[in-house]
């Protein structure tokens, strides 16, 4: 009869108490990982925050000399930052088609 080992390294099988110290070493290892994405995951949620809070806090001026000049365009009498009012509220969605045809081209 022919012995047909599918272990290529050619040591004996690990016992029962080997297997297990295995396992709960892996566990470890994944619960340590965990934590340590979960720590690096706050850390950048706090800094996004940070980034965010000062961002708003030196663009504060600006937005306030942008409602200003919002206010001050309303009281002469502009409907729109652009100049003039749209004629009404309805927009109109449309397609439109261009056909190049050869024959109606001068040769």
Do not use: C, H
Request: hydrophobic fraction near 50%; charged fraction near 20%; proline fraction near 5%.
């Amino acid at each position: 009869m022919m012995n047909i080992s599918f272990d290529p390294s050619g040591q004996p099988p690990k016992s029962l108490l080997a297997r297990v110290i295995g396992v709960v070493a892996g566990v470890i290892a994944l619960g340590v990982a965990l934590m340590f994405s979960a720590v690096i995951f706050v850390i950048l949620a706090i800094a996004g925050l940070a980034l965010w809070g000062y961002f708003w806090w030196k663009t504060r001026a600006l937005r306030r000399q942008m409602q200003e000049q919002m206010e001050q365009m309303r009281s002469q009498g502009y409907e729109s930052p652009f100049g003039q009012a749209p004629a009404d509220d309805n927009v109109i969605d449309g397609e439109a088609v261009r056909l190049d045809e050869d024959r109606n081209r001068l040769q």
